[in-house]
């Protein structure tokens, strides 16, 4: 059997945490090790986390604690460093597992494996706890992360949870930290495809998202979703980097908007005038002189 090491990053966690301890505890797959990383929590998430530590004799836990923010895609690269398995399995802090779901993300992983190379990453579905009210129902429709109980094959793949090869993550550098918290995975996504790497969803590989949605939570994440990633897209990459991008990037609303075909349109344009607005500037100025 391989050696999973699972590594959950934590950031003022603390009223989801339980619940995501008691999945990870209820797993009928061991992991040789849990991480759990700390990023500066300030609401006593640490503390629990330490108090924990003592107690725990399987798995062997660590917990690591920063001294300042970092970002979930550090932390994440921190805890894909420090793991020691042959396999790592990554899950959110607000999530708790269902009891099969690292047994069937390790399976499903073997078993493509076996008949694909070039397989190295399976994630699971994240299913939303919180189903009512506006604010709900408005992450359900904007802010998904469930492809749904029958697709396998996704253009990309959600960070929440999810198994891959620490060799392979590691040979690609592992997640861009300039993301902090957010795209972080859909750019992973992007540069294992251009490595000719391939991954895949187990659907009944199934985490279920405690925290409840906010007001200020879904602004917050509709900007990093939308806006944010446009940070890839900086004047300083290489012009046929950005073209790829600005596609990937269209390619991904179009997929998430394909029932509102004019907002899906409108955000694509915008991303690729931004991605190649140095581009048109300088032709621009060629042409006027």
Known sequence: ???????IPCHDVLPTLPLTLAGVLSQDFVPSELLFLDDDSRDGTGRFLDEL?????????????????????????LGLRRSKGSLVAFLDADCCPHPNWLS????HHAQ???????HVLTAGRLIERHRRGILAQWRLQHLAQDPGPSVRTLPHFYGSNFLASREHLLGIGGFHEHLRNNFEDIDLSI???????????EPSALVFHDRPPSLRALIRGYRSWYLDPLQLLAPNKPALERILTAAALGWR?????????????????????????????????????
């Not at 059997?1 to 590594?7: A, D």
């Not at 493509?112 to 070039?118: K, M, N």
């Open 191 to 201: 540069r294992l495809r251009h490595h000719g790497l391939t991954f895949e969803t």
């Open 253 to 289: 609303h179009l997929r998430l908007d394909v029932d509102k075909p004019p907002t899906a349109l409108l955000l694509t344009l915008s991303i690729l005038f931004l991605a190649h607005y140095p581009d048109l500037h300088a032709l621009i100025r060629r042409g006027i002189r």
């Open 104 to 107: 069937l993300l390790v399976a």
């Open 112 to 118: 493509r494996t076996a008949v694909s190379p070039t």
């Open 53 to 77: 530590a003592g107690t725990l004799e399987r798995p062997r836990l660590e917990v690591i604690h920063l001294g300042h923010n970092l970002g979930l895609a550090a932390i994440r690269n």
């Open 1 to 7: 059997m391989p050696t999973v090491s699972l590594v």
